[in-house]
T-cell receptor, first 114, second 114 residues
Framework: AQSVAQPEDQVNVAEGNPLTVKCTYSVSGNPYLFWYVQYPNRGLQFLLKYITGDNLVKGSYGFEAEFNKSQTSFHLKKPSALVSDSALYFCAVRANNAGNMLTFGGGTRLMVKP | DAGVTQSPTHLIKTRGQHVTLRCSPISGHKSVSWYQQVLGQGPQFIFQYYEKEERGRGNFPDRFSARQFPNYSSELNVNALLLGDSALYLC?????????????FGPGTRLTVT
């Protein structure tokens, strides 16, 4: 079985400050890890993924994430937050033998204040 | 290029009724997956279809069924609707059945069961 935990329901950060949204996972075998963002009344928008290789992954809109195998974590980061980054963020995992089945965390609401 | 499209956008049904939701994948994408997102939670995997065959099924009752057509579009059917079926239903498409590729999500269909 595979699972994802996003321990923070909400993260508050001031505009211009760095942000981190936490994610830990559990999966058999090598994981494929993803971050998606959801704006109100919208579907999920792909931000970045880790498949293999460099542990630091860069994605859309200045976001990046660091894969840490020993801690089974895949935290999302951005050096300088924007008000427009305020949204719901989902971490997802897929085992490399699980077809296309993504398992999502419960989501973290990011609030960036001016 | 058009992204993943879903119809209808919103739907209100009564308990016991049947509903059909539709999805058109990104052109060239052969895999379609369906997810249910209950308010306040992360999406949960329902089905994956690839080349018109079911390739994966989540933990949902038999009231849920789906199919994929020769043009790779897909339908999700839910019979004997329950209040608990009220959710945002998301369709996602990807190029391959299994790979490190990301899935691209549509805007969703908001189903309300009264």
């Amino acid at each position: 079985a595979q699972s994802v935990a996003q321990p923070e329901d909400q993260v508050n950060v001031a505009e211009g400050n760095p942000l981190t949204v936490k994610c830990t996972y559990s999966v058999s075998g090598n994981p494929y890890l993803f971050w998606y963002v959801q704006y109100p009344n919208r579907g999920l928008q792909f931000l970045l993924k880790y498949i293999t290789g460099d542990n630091l992954v860069k994605g859309s809109y200045g976001f990046e994430a660091e894969f840490n195998k020993s801690q089974t974590s895949f935290h999302l980061k951005k050096p300088s937050a924007l008000v427009s980054d305020s949204a719901l963020y989902f971490c997802a995992v897929r085992a490399n033998n699980a077809g296309n089945m993504l398992t999502f965390g419960g989501g973290t609401r990011l609030m960036v204040k001016p | 290029d058009a992204g993943v499209t879903q119809s209808p956008t919103h739907l209100i049904k009564t308990r016991g009724q049947h509903v059909t939701l539709r999805c058109s994948p990104i052109s060239g994408h052969k895999s379609v997956s369906w997810y249910q997102q209950v308010l306040g939670q992360g999406p949960q995997f329902i089905f994956q279809y690839y080349e018109k065959e079911e390739r994966g099924r989540g933990n949902f009752p038999d009231r849920f069924s789906a199919r994929q057509f020769p043009n790779y579009s897909s339908e999700l059917n839910v019979n004997a609707l329950l209040l608990g079926d009220s959710a945002l239903y998301l369709c996602a498409s990807s190029l391959e059945r299994t790979s490190g590729g990301e899935q691209y999500f549509g805007p969703g269909t908001r189903l309300t069961v009264t």
